[in-house]
């Protein structure tokens, strides 16, 4: 029940204090958080627990909401189990946060309360309607009690919120030059040395071959274990089948009506007819008609026992009468069959022994290539130059900004890469060598781009509240994220989601 208090998430700043009434009681000192018996409570969060008519309640706002913004598409039941996920997260941080206004030094006042009271029920004499007041919180709560608890949590979290956002914000000169750097783009170049291929023309001798087994046999012995499935395959049957679907209680008509749509796809393909075009006509498996009812080679196991049966027992373009399974009935033909095949590690020593010494060399190489181009550069080349020199293939980009992945068409995922491209100027290299995946490649930009004024302008003030708005979350998860880790520790927090499960 804690996953997902475990796990970080995007702050919003109404799942943290959404539901916060307009109205508070001023008939209740403030005083120390409740406490209520945890047999009672559906969460818990240190001093604060919220029963099983706490948490309807505030379930209740949430499926409001819900229902507010989806309209027509609505579905309680659906979404039954995230509504009450939701609610006790919404419960928890609310909770978490009011205590981090309480170690902050915050507190709530009897004449903060009390200004929130009146407007909602001062009589027209300015004073509170107490006998109005109380109907109302017992009605909705229960109790005064409860109702005040519930009011001095939420004014915590307020208070804790407001520092928090005074604490996020961010100036437009600095919500400008973040705009600008996330629309600035660079084309660059850059010579890639593939460390999976082998050097053009190499050759490995048995010599290095009997070596390599003699000294580092159990490299090879674990790519072997590695590669088991590779090497220990069983029986495998690729087949076609047009499929005719029937429950399998479906009624006796049913089951003959689908029997006999099986049998004329089956004197169709008797007939000469092509299996693709049949299937594609009368088969009701989406996911094979397309390809022509071709379901690609299989295992025992993987298909019905029925089905499994009839296309282990079949000769390569046999077709028999038609099979039935849970899914209905089939009309099978088989393509194609592999028998079992065990090739043993004595079997293949010899190939695995090539693959890692060529492997190793085609590292080599590529590092060396690699560093004499970084030489060249210290010696003020341009990479290139160096990379034309070493008659290496220079690939060109097209305009790339930055991105998270770092992804440059025709390298791969290269962040460190592209975050070096965007210090450089134009026409300037970098001598450090970079490895993406078995590749190695240095980098070269060609040209710089700033965005204009027209591209920046119009995006400035949506930049700065939304990188306000991922402070505000950052700072909420810093502070959230302790007092959940120290609560947890101490077993004190907790949501008991089967306590509501009767309700």
């Known amino acids: 029940m804690l996953?997902?208090?475990?796990?970080?998430?995007?702050?919003?700043?109404?799942?943290?204090?959404?539901?916060?009434?307009?109205?508070?009681?001023?008939?209740?000192?403030?005083?120390?958080?409740?406490?209520?018996?945890?047999?009672?409570?559906?969460?818990?969060?240190?001093?604060?627990?919220?029963?099983?008519?706490e948490f309807d309640r505030e379930r209740k706002q949430r499926e409001e909401q819900y229902r507010q913004a989806l309209g027509d598409q609505f579905d309680e039941k659906a979404l039954s189990e995230?509504?009450?996920m939701l609610t006790a997260q919404v419960l928890s941080n609310r909770a978490l946060l009011a205590l981090e206004a309480e170690r902050l030094g915050l507190t709530v006042a009897k004449p903060e309360i009390e200004r929130a009271l009146r407007p909602s029920f001062a009589g027209e004499d300015g004073r509170v309607d107490r006998a109005a007041f109380r109907d109302w919180v017992h009605w909705e709560y229960g109790s005064e009690k409860t109702f005040m608890r519930d009011q001095r949590l939420e004014m915590l979290a307020r208070k804790a919120l407001r520092i928090a956002e005074a604490q996020s914000h961010v100036s437009e000169a600095a919500a400008r030059d973040a705009v600008v750097r996330r629309l600035e783009s660079v084309r660059i170049a850059f010579p890639v040395l593939d460390g999976g291929k082998p050097p053009s023309g190499t050759e490995l001798s048995a010599l290095q071959v009997t070596e390599f087994l003699a000294t580092r046999d159990a490299e090879s012995r674990q790519l072997y274990d590695d590669r088991k499935d590779h090497y220990d395959v069983p029986e495998q049957v690729r087949a076609r089948h047009v499929l005719i679907q029937v429950a399998p209680d479906a009624p006796p008509e049913a089951v003959a009506e689908a029997e006999k749509e099986a049998r004329a796809a089956l004197e169709r393909l008797r007939a000469g007819e092509d299996f693709a075009k049949v299937a594609a006509e009368t088969s009701d498996d989406a996911g094979s008609k397309a390809d022509g009812g071709d379901l690609g080679f299989f295992r025992r196991g993987q298909m019905r026992k029925p089905f499994e049966d009839a296309a282990f027992s079949r000769a390569p373009g046999e077709l028999g009468e038609p099979v039935r399974s849970d899914f209905g009935f089939h009309v099978i033909r088989v393509e194609e069959k592999r028998s079992a095949q065990l090739r043993s590690y004595e079997e293949v020593r010899e190939?695995?022994?090539?693959?890692?010494?060529?492997?190793?060399?085609?590292?080599?190489?590529?590092?060396?290539?690699?560093?004499?181009?970084?030489?060249?550069?210290?010696?003020?080349?341009?990479?290139?130059?160096?990379?034309?020199?070493?008659?290496?293939?220079?690939?060109?980009?097209g305009w790339l900004r930055r991105r998270p992945d770092g992804y440059v068409a025709g390298l791969g995922a290269a962040p460190d890469l592209l975050a070096?491209?965007?210090?450089?100027?134009?026409?300037?290299?970098?001598?450090?060598?970079?490895?993406?995946?078995?590749?190695?490649?240095?980098?070269?930009?060609?040209?710089?781009?700033?965005?204009?004024?027209?591209?920046?302008?119009?995006?400035?003030?949506?930049?700065?509240?939304?990188?306000?708005?991922?402070?505000?979350?950052?700072?909420?998860?810093?502070?959230?994220?302790?007092?959940?880790?120290?609560?947890?520790?101490?077993?004190?927090?907790?949501?008991?989601?089967?306590?509501?499960?009767?309700?």
């Open 420 to 503: 070096v491209a965007f210090t450089l100027e134009p026409g300037k290299s970098s001598d450090r060598i970079f490895e993406v995946g078995e590749k190695l490649a240095l980098v070269q930009v060609l040209e710089r781009r700033e965005p204009q004024p027209e591209e920046v302008d119009p995006v400035v003030e949506a930049e700065r509240r939304s990188l306000e708005q991922r402070k505000l979350d950052s700072q909420l998860e810093s502070w959230l994220g302790a007092r959940r880790a120290e609560l947890l520790d101490s077993k004190a927090l907790f949501v008991d989601l089967d306590a509501i499960a009767g309700r």
């Open 3 to 53: 996953r997902f208090l475990r796990r970080g998430q995007r702050w919003l700043t109404a799942v943290i204090v959404v539901g916060v009434g307009a109205v508070f009681a001023v008939f209740i000192g403030v005083g120390a958080p409740l406490q209520m018996g945890r047999g009672s409570a559906v969460v818990g969060v240190g001093p604060y627990q919220f029963g099983i008519s």
């Open 351 to 397: 190939e695995l022994a090539r693959e890692i010494l060529t492997r190793e060399m085609g590292r080599t190489a590529a590092r060396l290539g690699a560093e004499q181009l970084a030489l060249a550069v210290r010696g003020g080349k341009s990479v290139e130059d160096a990379a034309r020199e070493a008659g290496l293939t220079l690939e060109r980009s």
């Open 82 to 84: 995230s509504l009450d």
